[in-house]
């Protein structure tokens, strides 16, 4: 069991579709983050959220929106997806940046 | 470009020996560094950090650092096939603080 919690485990929808990836953790962490891993490979970061304000966007496609609605919440929307954004999708937080950072268990997204 | 390098392996070890897994980095103004364990089709579990040039010791577990060579290794002692996955070396960069990351060594053990 982890202590950053994700929602749904699985996803599959249309290229058309309009969906949204939640976290939430409750360890009072204040830098929030969203990466994309694609198998074999590394984690990729997309987000960084620290004290509820956008920090870092690492030139993301506009068809992938963060919104972080509080210090505990942090959702990522998605709309008109590519086969190819077919991924693991994770959630993690730290209590500060750059200090270790703890995962959720993933979002397995699936764009048909 | 800042890297982290790891060799992706697969490292074979037979059960009870040492697993010696090594990283090296580009740039000198990294203080930070993270050990993650992944297994096949899950998250990243952080398992050991370490920030300062020497070792640290957790359990089966020891954290090299030496900045002078550059490089982060993680030695796991009396391995056994639970330990089989992805070891992923990640170093923070001081500059933004963000993480960079190697591309992650497979280890496996042999009964």
């Known amino acids: 069991d982890t202590e950053v919690t994700q929602t749904p485990k699985h996803l599959v929808m249309g290229m058309t579709n309009k969906k949204s990836l939640k976290c939430e953790q409750h360890?009072?962490?204040?830098?929030m983050y969203w990466y994309k891993q694609k198998a074999k490979k590394p984690p990729e970061l997309m987000f960084v959220?620290?004290?509820?304000?956008?920090?870092i966007n690492e030139s993301v496609p506009s068809r992938f929106s963060p919104e972080c609605p509080n210090s505990s919440l942090l959702n990522l929307h998605l709309h008109a997806l590519q086969p190819e954004d077919s991924a693991l999708y994770l959630c993690?937080?730290?209590?500060?940046?750059?200090?270790?950072?703890?995962f959720g268990d993933g979002t397995r997204l699936s764009i048909l | 470009q800042k890297e982290v390098e790891q060799n992706s392996g697969p490292l074979s070890v037979p059960e009870g020996a040492i697993a010696s897994l090594n990283c090296t980095y580009s740039?000198?103004?990294?203080?930070?560094f993270f050990w993650y364990r992944q297994y096949s089709g899950k998250s990243p579990e952080l398992i050991m950090s370490?920030?300062s040039n020497g070792d640290k010791e957790d359990g089966r577990f020891t954290a090299q650092l030496n900045k002078a060579s550059q490089y982060v290794s993680l030695l796991i002692r009396d391995s056994q096939p639970s330990d089989s996955a992805t070891y992923l070396c990640a170093g923070k960069m001081d500059s933004n603080y963000q993480l960079i990351w190697g591309a992650g060594t497979k280890l496996i053990i042999k009964p």
């Open positions: 959220y620290s004290y509820e304000k956008l920090s």
């Open positions: 740039d000198r103004g990294s203080q930070s």
């Open positions: 370490i920030y």
């Open positions: 993690a937080s730290s209590q500060d940046r750059g200090q270790p950072q703890h």
């Open positions: 360890m009072g962490h204040r830098a």
